[in-house]
């Protein structure tokens, strides 16, 4: 209508069924509407007066992205519509003409040198430099090159080892060794990858922190943001997630009509804060590389038909697991991040963390725990799933250690417990007992020692997590019938939710009372009660 040029840019990622819709627009300028009307050719709108005339001067451009050693799968009739035009990649030899000459060639020769062979991305290639001018004195040239995904090598990513001395960053609030809620503990590795974060934004605005289960990705990106002074927006991700949902959803007001609402992504591009998109290894491949306009030029087309720019303080960074049989990480992705690997946390480094945030835990139960941790660790399995059964990480550990620190003589019922052995195969229960065996952890039955002092632990937990009720109708009333079995259970709950626990899963089999226990607890505790 406007005479502009439209960029189809990720032609090959549509399905065959969409674009030949547009068969008929490419070639006779026409094309029906979904309210009605009707594009048609200027002269046939001169000729009749009916219609929405296309302007002369509309023209379509189409760009598509190939992996090496595949072909172009595009429906013949689409094919034909177009002028096809093969770009060689971008060799690294003309990439350097972004440095205009001001840059040392030697430094310029060995990232030639380090390139892939399949093409390097120029804006990769010119955010390498300025990451290599910067931190030249701590980072190496290869592992820049890792770092903004061009190695040759099959490690792709910056990790500590790759640190030969501390980042020179500006960090505006130094949290020091813990922050406000004492619940976190700074160490050398953990102060490390911060410094690569705020590194890594220094020169991109995104930057994508790969681990598995259980290394402290969140933890270490919400310090990231307070230490350098800006709010977080936290962006949960999904599978079912599309490129729309990434950006805006549909909500209800007040009155009961349907709007527009800007995700956590947009609001923190609006406002040039950080967002945190955690889990982007969920998303369809096609689906992330639709925040390529945004993460890579700062812009981006709303589905409600707007387009903004981000704030220049805008920064993302981007939460995931490590690709397993199938990479996530295409060669599009790749370019739109820097790459932090990162990974557990040393044994040592984790021993202190637990000694400094469990203060009265008994030293001897902590190694047992901590041996425990890397018999699992040793397991040999055939899967990756089998493998994160046996798996204590961190969020696990630290459950353990707040029950274990008012309950010491529990520490292997309380493991099984978090591992919830009990609905395991029976292969894997017999691994679990072992390991337990191996490291002195006693697991005998120590349920006729608990009933003893059921009663008067109950009671003074009751005591002690008794709240006054906002609204005393939300406040279950069930009809129940005490046993020793439900009254130990109760006690298990309220001892978690005693220490801090936010959050429990309660299960069992159909119609062993899950529901009725927890609303007899609740009753106890004169505490509200919502279902969802």
């Known amino acids: 209508m406007h005479g ?42 001169d000729r009749h007066g009916m219609g929405i005339p296309c302007h002369p001067d509309f023209r379509v451009a189409a760009v598509g992205s190939l992996t090496e050693g595949e072909s172009a799968a595009l429906d013949p009739p689409l094919r034909s519509r177009f002028q096809a035009r093969l770009a060689s990649p971008v060799d690294a030899v003309a990439a350097t003409a972004a440095t205009n000459g001001a840059f040392d060639m030697r430094i310029i020769r060995e990232m030639i040198g380090l390139a892939n062979s399949g093409g390097v991305s120029l804006q990769s290639f010119q955010n390498a430099i300025h990451y290599i001018e910067q931190f030249q004195s701590s980072i190496s040239v290869s592992s820049a090159m890792k770092a903004h995904g061009m190695s040759s090598s099959d490690d ?23 922050n406000a809620n004492n619940n976190f503990i700074m160490t050398k590795t953990t102060s490390t990858i911060r410094d690569l974060i705020i590194a890594g934004l220094r020169v991109n605005r995104a930057v994508a922190c790969v681990g598995p289960k259980g290394s402290y990705k969140s933890s270490v990106a919400n310090e990231t943001a307070k230490s350098l002074g800006v709010p977080m927006e936290l962006f949960s991700l999904h599978p079912d997630m599309t490129a729309r949902d990434l950006l805006m959803v549909r909500g209800t007001n007040e009155s009961g009509d349907t709007s527009w609402r800007d995700t ?18 969920k998303l369809r491949s096609d689906t992330l590389t639709s925040l390529a306009l945004l993460l890579e030029q700062g812009c981006a087309i709303l589905p409600d038909g707007t387009r903004f720019y981000a704030d220049n303080n805008f920064r993302c960074v981007a939460l995931a697991h490590p690709p397993k049989d199938r990479s996530w990480i295409s060669p599009e992705v790749r370019s739109m991040f820097h790459w932090i690997q990162v990974t557990p946390l040393p044994t040592e480094e984790l021993k202190s963390v637990l000694e400094r945030l469990y203060l009265s835990l008994d030293r001897n139960t902590l190694d047992k725990l901590l041996r425990l941790q890397q018999e699992l660790d040793h397991v040999s399995v055939d899967s990756a799933a089998e493998k994160e059964t046996f798996l204590l990480t961190m969020r696990k550990l ?18 099984n417990n978090t591992l919830m052995t009990s609905f395991l195969p029976e292969w894997d229960q017999g ?69 801090g626990e936010k959050a429990l899963l309660i ?6 009372g899950k529901n009725k226990i927890v609303d007899r607890l609740l009753s106890k505790l004169n505490c509200e009660r919502e279902y969802m």
Do not use: W
């Open 431 to 499: 691994i679990i007992k072992k390991c337990l065996a191996k490291c002195g952890i006693d697991v005998s039955d120590n349920s006729t020692i608990k009933e003893a002092f059921n009663n008067e632990l109950a009671n003074k937990l009751i005591k002690e997590c008794r709240r006054e009720a906002s609204n005393p109708l939300l406040v279950p009333n069930p009809r129940f019938e005490e046993n020793s079995g439900q009254a130990m259970s109760e006690l298990d709950i309220l001892e978690a939710h005693s220490v």
């Open 398 to 415: 630290k459950h353990i250690c707040k029950r274990v620190e008012r309950s010491p003589n529990e520490l292997g019922r309380i493991i």
């Open 507 to 512: 299960t069992g089999y159909q119609g062993v």
């Open 264 to 281: 956590p992504l947009t609001r923190a591009a609006r406002k040039g804060t950080v967002v945190v998109l955690d889990g982007i290894d």
């Open 156 to 178: 792709q990513m910056i990790g500590v080892p790759d640190v030969q001395s501390p980042l020179d960053v500006t960090i505006t609030k130094d949290i020091g060794s813990t």
């Open 4 to 45: 502009r040029l439209l960029i189809l840019d990720g032609l090959e990622k549509a399905e065959r069924n969409v674009l030949p819709t547009l068969n008929n627009l490419l070639e006779n300028r026409e094309l029906p509407l979904d309210d009605g009307t009707v594009l048609v050719p200027p002269d046939v709108y």
